[in-house]
């Protein structure tokens, strides 16, 4: 119930709670002293939270996935073959069962992101919508934020489901009978890399070259013994 | 006995009745029922929806409504006016929280260059020791100007100014302000630079690697402006100098992911600079810190960015700002960086 209504307003709350409404005040008492004229040019800019400002909110849902977008690695060096871009990228509380949810990540693995893109225009759930809708911020904060060339040259290196909350209801049924009906939510996460995507994204699923076949049909043939002999 | 009796109406000549609808079983699609016939026969294959739509309503009764939230990651209340916030806090119930925190403003700095410098054009291209160059040397603050005047108001509450010992101090902050910012030390950024040039000067430097060094100074820096302004009262008065930097510096900036981004390593450049120190004189504790670049418009663009990157079309409102135009990284954006671009002769 309310705490339903407190989880619309989005986090983080607690930098929301230190500004006010008016985005000139802006004074830290003591220590560094902070320009009150500053040049933040946000006119409208403002804090809105449910609770008191004194009162912390606990952040919900998924934090951690986005910082892997803030990791700076050291510069490559000479000689060494230059590391591939990758964007992190996720989508929260959609309204979809994480279970169905999954058929559709698992359909974009694997894939450049034009053609993830393409094929999920064309598939027949309601959690492709959603899934096509991330694919496409991921390639714009791509190529905005993290120095990609070219948008196209990125491949879905991760894509997976999270289970979101569960909204928990009923139904009644004939002869006194009830059931529990679930309202569920997940969240899709998405990871794309820059470059070219592997022949093979499952290396158990690859097809066995002919000699692979021919060394594993000998290992086979050299493991038969013949039990209590000599 | 519906299904037998259309099993064999498939097998045999037998036909059904006239008033009997025999629509063919599909799973794929929905026949809906036919006004014309007086018993409809229900297609049990199609399992997506119940067979008899006379009981959808007491079917759907039979479970209890859950209003579920709106968690709409459209909304975002950054954008949002303050009108629109108000009313959809009035939608979901909730009370404007009242700000009781009441918080002390300091001004520290101000929000930009009062009355800046225009640097004379074909500045730096020609040197001062040959016949052209020396026609061109500027009168530097002359007795009777307004950057005089404001250096005497500088000395009154400070007695020991001097400009080209000022000149010399400048060159240190501009120095630790580069070390600074290729360390991302925020505790020293903040004593050398301004608090309305720090989110300038640290754009985007978080995620970057930033490599610079300092060769020399082709020339000696030099004053060429000062203005005081106060702010409010009369007696707070801020104080800004220009300075005139001509030096030799290398710059390597590095994405996030350790890839040249910008400039080199091993080239070094001739970079020309008018930066802007500001001080709180009014203030016993005031330091000197960069307040400001002044780039003026004859300056040839800066080096080119080592990739390639789509100019986006910049919309007719105002909304669009400078960094808008490039879709990059905005290396572009950043004011702190030395302008590599004056090649000297």
Not at chain 1, 26 to 48: F, I, K, Y
Not at chain 1, 75 to 85: C, H, I, V, Y
Not at chain 2, 130 to 153: D, P, T, V, Y
């Amino acid at each position: 119930g309310l705490r339903v209504l407190k989880s619309n307003t989005f986090q983080p709350i607690s930098g929301l709670a230190t500004r006010g409404y008016l985005a000139s005040i802006a004074g830290q008492p003591g220590g560094q002293s902070t320009g009150v004229l500053a040049a933040h040019g946000e006119p409208n800019r403002c804090g809105l939270h449910t609770s008191s400002a004194l009162c912390w909110e606990r952040p919900t849902g998924p934090r951690k996935f986005l910082t892997h977008n803030q990791t700076v690695f050291p510069p490559t060096p000479f000689g060494e073959q230059p590391r591939p871009a990758f964007v992190c990228h996720m989508k929260k509380n959609i309204k979809y069962s994480p279970s169905k949810m999954w058929y559709v990540a698992c359909l974009v693995r694997g894939l450049r992101i034009d053609d993830a893109i393409n094929q999920l225009k064309f598939v027949h759930k309601k959690g492709s919508v959603a899934a096509r809708e991330t694919l496409e911020e991921a390639k714009e904060l791509a190529v905005k934020e993290h120095n990609v060339e070219f948008a196209s040259n990125l491949w879905v290196s991760e894509s997976f489901v999270g289970k979101g909350m569960i909204i928990r209801g009923y139904r009644r049924h004939a002869r006194r009978r009830f059931g529990k009906v679930e309202y569920k939510y997940c969240h899709y996460f998405v990871t794309l890399e820059e470059g070219d995507p592997p022949e093979h994204y499952y290396p158990f699923r690859r097809p066995r070259t002919p000699q692979e076949l021919l060394e594993e049909w000998m290992e086979e043939q050299r493991r038969r013994t013949i039990i209590k002999s000599l | 006995a519906a299904r037998i009796t259309s099993s064999l109406s498939r097998l045999t000549l037998f036909t059904p009745p006239s008033y009997v609808c025999l629509t063919p079983h599909s799973r794929s699609y929905y026949t809906p029922k036919d006004p014309n016939y007086k018993y409809f026969r229900p297609n049990f294959a199609f399992k997506r929806k119940h067979y008899n739509p006379k009981f959808k309503k007491d079917r759907w009764l039979k479970v209890t409504k859950v209003e579920l939230p709106e968690i709409d990651t459209k909304d975002d209340v950054d954008k949002m006016t303050p009108d629109e916030i108000r009313a959809k806090m009035k939608e979901k119930g909730i009370q404007p929280t009242r700000p009781w925190q009441e918080k002390p403003i300091v001004i520290s700095s101000t929000a930009g260059t009062f009355e800046p410098y225009v640097p004379p054009e074909g500045d730096g291209k020609l040197s001062t020791t040959s016949k052209a160059g020396a026609k061109q040397k500027f009168q530097f603050l002359e007795k009777k100007g307004k950057s005089m005047m404001a250096i005497r108001k500088i000395r009154q509450y400070d007695e020991d100014f001097d400009p080209k010992d000022f000149a010399e101090e400048a060159q240190k902050i501009y120095i630790d302000t580069h070390k600074a910012l290729a360390d991302f030390d925020k505790v020293r950024l903040h004593q050398t630079v301004t608090e309305r040039a720090y989110p300038i000067v640290t754009h985007q430097a978080h995620r970057s690697t930033i490599r610079w060094h300092f060769l020399g100074s082709l020339e000696p820096p030099r004053v060429v402006h000062a203005r005081c302004t106060d702010v409010i009262t009369t007696d707070n008065i801020f104080a800004q100098i220009t300075v005139r930097f001509h030096t030799k510096q290398i710059l390597a900036v590095y994405d996030r992911f350790g890839r040249l981004q910008h400039g080199s390593e091993v080239v070094a450049r001739d970079v020309l600079e008018y930066v802007v120190f500001e001080k709180h004189i009014a203030n016993t504790y005031g330091i000197w810190r960069i307040h400001d670049k002044i780039i003026p418009d004859w300056m040839p663009p800066r080096q080119p960015t080592l990739k390639t990157y789509k100019i986006e079309e910049i919309k007719e409102e105002e909304e669009a700002t400078p960094s808008d135009k490039e879709s990059k990284d905005g290396v572009a954006a950043e004011l702190e960086k030395p302008s590599i671009s004056v090649a000297h002769a």
